[in-house]
């Protein structure tokens, strides 16, 4: 639970308040980003200014639910309930975030796509139960897609819960962690008529990505939206190598999409998938001309 007495200074006045054991995931930022925002002069994520009406009040609440360490607190209950069974929130044409982060991906997003196939998981949420019980609701997991190591959190307690069929690449250690669908190689690989697992080595050696009908790019931590509507990677997260993550990033200019939603960092979506392959294609050269920390 949030600390009253660690309440960080930088908060705005008022019920909702972000404590000293934030780890800047921005899962908070992300989920209502009218109430929350990255104060520089700490690094942390504050209260830059209280909900102003019920559904800022209730978007705050699911933000409390998500922190992956109990950082935000308040002493307004009333949207607790209704926050939990808020999540996972809609995104677009059956596809959800989930939040409700884990402390053990580092506060990383993750969603759920909802379709006739088979519903996909991507990525572990926490395993919260009034998630768990929403995501039955919707029909279930067929699929957990793990995008890389880092992001598994409790994959082993969804996989349980369901009985879904884990997919994973074998680079990053999948076999030792159980799972049921083990990938190698390079090669893309089409695991139904709208879902296609392409590998994007850089970030870790197994890193991938799931493209699902030609618009929606699920990223892991390969690349991410940026508030000024341009992508980014960084060179200071390439845990396996900067060099192959510049090589996999213009492999996407192989492929369709309009929206990137990474495990850290902001979703982003662009107007149209021109759009959206014009801005890979700026990342790409400034990756390779070394403009990129």
């Known amino acids: 639970?949030?600390?009253?007495?660690?309440?960080?200074?930088?908060?705005?006045?008022?019920?909702?308040?972000?404590?000293?054991?934030?780890?800047?995931?921005?899962?908070?930022?992300?989920?209502?980003?009218?109430?929350?925002?990255?104060?520089?002069?700490?690094?942390?994520?504050?209260?830059?200014?209280?909900?102003?009406?019920?559904?800022?009040?209730?978007?705050?609440?699911?933000?409390l639910?998500?922190?992956?360490?109990?950082?935000?607190?308040?002493?307004?209950?009333?949207?607790?309930?209704?926050?939990?069974?808020?999540?996972?929130?809609?995104?677009?044409?059956?596809?959800?975030?989930?939040?409700?982060?884990?402390?053990?991906?580092?506060g990383a997003s993750s969603y759920l796509v909802v379709r006739d196939g088979g519903n996909v998981l991507v990525d572990s949420p926490r395993a919260a139960a009034p998630l768990m019980d929403r995501i039955g609701e919707l029909g279930g997991v067929r699929f957990m897609f793990l995008s890389h190591k880092d992001d598994v959190a409790d994959h082993a307690k969804y996989a349980a819960r369901f009985g879904c069929d884990r997919i994973m690449h074998g680079d990053d250690g999948a076999a030792r962690l159980g799972v049921e669908h083990v990938l190698e190689g390079h090669a893309e690989v089409r695991l139904g008529v709208d879902l296609v697992a392409i590998p994007l080595p850089g970030h870790t050696r197994g890193s991938m990505a799931l493209l699902y009908r030609d618009r929606f790019l699920f990223t892991g931590d390969h690349v991410w939206g940026e508030d000024d509507g341009t992508l980014e990677a960084s060179r200071s997260v390439a845990w396996y190598s900067w060099a192959k993550q510049a090589e996999s990033m213009a492999r996407l200019l192989d492929y369709t999409f309009e929206w990137v939603l990474p495990g850290h960092g902001s979703p982003l979506r662009a107007d149209s998938p021109q759009q959206m392959r014009a801005k890979v294609e700026a990342l790409v050269d400034r990756m390779r001309d070394g403009r990129r920390a």
């Open 1 to 63: 639970m949030a600390r009253a007495s660690a309440r960080l200074v930088r908060n705005a006045p008022g019920d909702f308040y972000v404590d000293d054991s934030c780890i800047d995931c921005a899962m908070c930022r992300l989920l209502a980003p009218a109430v929350f925002r990255r104060d520089d002069g700490v690094g942390l994520s504050v209260v830059g200014r209280q909900p102003r009406a019920d559904g800022e009040r209730l978007r705050a609440s699911m933000a």
């Open 65 to 106: 639910v998500s922190c992956p360490t109990s950082s935000i607190g308040t002493a307004d209950k009333g949207f607790a309930r209704a926050a939990a069974h808020a999540l996972p929130d809609p995104v677009e044409e059956g596809v959800f975030f989930c939040g409700y982060a884990s402390e053990k991906s580092y």
